[in-house]
């Protein structure tokens, strides 16, 4: 089986997941809404302090996307579950770590997409000044998208089978997820903040390195998890 | 004949299966030539569908060894894989996608050509339905979706969980006609049944499961309404 054919069936199953999702709209409405009651509750409970609203803005900005990622996460494997599709998925042949690229390029557009609305909103609401290293801090968004939905897509194969997956996969996913976290609100920080200490580099630096340790990672786990 | 034919389709020996501390198959054996079409009797809860799901590698044995074309479930999954195709009892079916975007689906992971899967949506009877979302189908049309899915895969071995139910007459013809281009074509075929007669005329012979293994009496098809069996095993 040609990397070609794996790269055909993993967009093939991105178009199924993202046409399904443009269709219904199920999940992008419901993760958009909650980004962005995260966003103005945050926002209220912290006043109008504009220095303290500045300062929590990345932390802020990445929670939403961390909570709105975990819905897209779950509901991304439930469509396969709940018509039994998941069990004609795993017989199509080839690896199934093309399902696991499908998947995650699927979950990507869906929680990019959300996170550059709440980014964009995070800059109006929290008063942010758009810094002029924007490339960067693009860079920075991309990078930790990405580390959150591999991982985000890797804990919902593990936790689909479970009845109770909607609990499960934020207990698995949250502790995980911290050092991608860590690494992605300080870069955004430092971005935000002028990069005075020079220390957004390190930070992208780090984050990258656990994005490329966590892609291989999951795709290597990924033929474990999904089988029976 | 070639090595290949003589290599048996479905090939089990004590295949044994539990759910927690519950034992549901407690031994099946059974041999299904190439070509030959088996019914898989038994009442409800003895590990029909669980059987078959071995054999598509849905779900792994906990004992006993099982050969799909002589690859075996458990060493050689994604060999046995391919050449099956599963009729599950739940059509499998992407509901917010139009029958031919879901049959367009299966046809990339497959490696099918697009005229492929309109081709088997004629073949099944939905070329006018082409354009309609799954969501707003029947479930006898959703039946006949996954049906041309499993004509477009193209397997040596099908495994059929209930196919008639929720079929109307035209869509039971429309089956039985499928069983008989693939057994003409050497495809072996399992199917779980509930009821012998819309089978009647396609099966060469059929397997009870009671208790968790195959009635001693296996292929009488006597007990199961026998005369309409085309030929016994």
């Known amino acids: ?82 018509g039994g599709a998941l069990d004609q998925l795993v017989l199509y042949p080839g690896s199934r770590r093309a399902i696991f690229a499908g998947k995650l390029m699927g979950n990507f557009a869906l929680v990019g997409t959300t ?114 | 004949m070639s090595g290949i034919v003589d290599v048996p389709a479905i090939d089990a020996t004590d295949v044994a299966r539990r ?6 198959l407690r031994g099946v054996t059974l041999r299904v030539a190439p070509g030959e079409v088996v019914g898989l009797l038994g009442a409800n809860g003895t590990g029909k569908s669980t059987f078959l799901r071995i054999v598509a590698t849905l779900v792994r044995p906990h004992a006993g060894v099982l050969r799909v074309v002589g690859h075996d479930v458990r060493t050689a999954p994604a060999r046995a894989r391919d050449a099956v195709g599963y009729l599950a009892h739940m059509p499998g079916l992407y ?49 006949r979706v996954a049906i041309a899915r499993l004509v477009l895969r193209r397997p040596r071995v099908v495994l059929l969980d209930e196919p008639y139910s929720n079929l109307d007459a035209s869509g039971i013809d429309l089956v039985n006609a499928l069983i008989g281009e693939w057994t003409e074509a050497g495809v072996a075929a399992l199917i779980v049944l509930h009821e012998l007669a819309p089978a009647a005329g396609v099966l060469d012979r059929t397997v009870t499961i009671v208790d968790g293994r195959l009635a001693p009496n296996a292929t009488d098809h006597q007990r199961h309404g026998g005369a309409m069996l085309r030929v016994t095993g």
């Open chain 2, 95 to 143: 509901d917010d996608l139009t029958v031919r975007e879901n049959l367009l689906f299966a046809a990339a992971m497959l490696d099918r050509r697009p005229q492929d899967a309109d081709a088997a949506l004629v073949r099944v009877g939905l070329g006018r339905a082409a354009e309609q979302r799954v969501r707003a189908l029947s479930s006898g049309m959703q039946r």
């Open chain 1, 115 to 228: 996170l550059a609305i709440v980014v964009a909103l995070g800059v109006v609401l929290f008063q942010v000044d758009v810094p002029a290293q924007w490339p960067a801090l693009v860079s920075i968004l991309v990078f930790g998208c990405v580390g959150l939905v591999t991982l985000g897509t890797l804990y919902a194969a593990m936790a689909s089978r479970s009845r109770v997956r909607e609990v499960l996969l934020p207990l698995l996913l949250f502790p995980m997820l911290v050092p991608v976290l860590i690494a992605a609100i300080q870069a955004t920080k430092s971005l935000l903040g002028g990069d005075l200490m020079h220390d957004a580099g390190a930070w992208a630096r780090l984050l990258a390195a656990f994005d490329v340790i966590f892609v291989a990672a999951s795709f290597l786990a990924f033929e474990i998890v999904i089988e029976v």
């Open chain 2, 19 to 24: 759910y927690g501390s519950s034992w549901v």
């Open chain 1, 1 to 82: 089986m040609s990397w070609r054919d794996e790269w055909r069936r993993a967009r093939a199953i991105a178009w199924k997941d993202l046409t399904a999702e443009r269709r219904s709209k199920a999940v992008f409405n419901s993760v958009l809404a909650l980004a962005v009651t995260i966003l103005v509750l945050f926002g209220f409970a912290l006043g109008p302090d504009t220095q303290a609203l500045r300062d929590a803005a990345p932390g802020v900005v990445w929670l939403a996307a961390l909570f709105a990622g975990v819905l897209a996460f779950n509901r991304s494997y439930q469509t396969e579950i709940e």
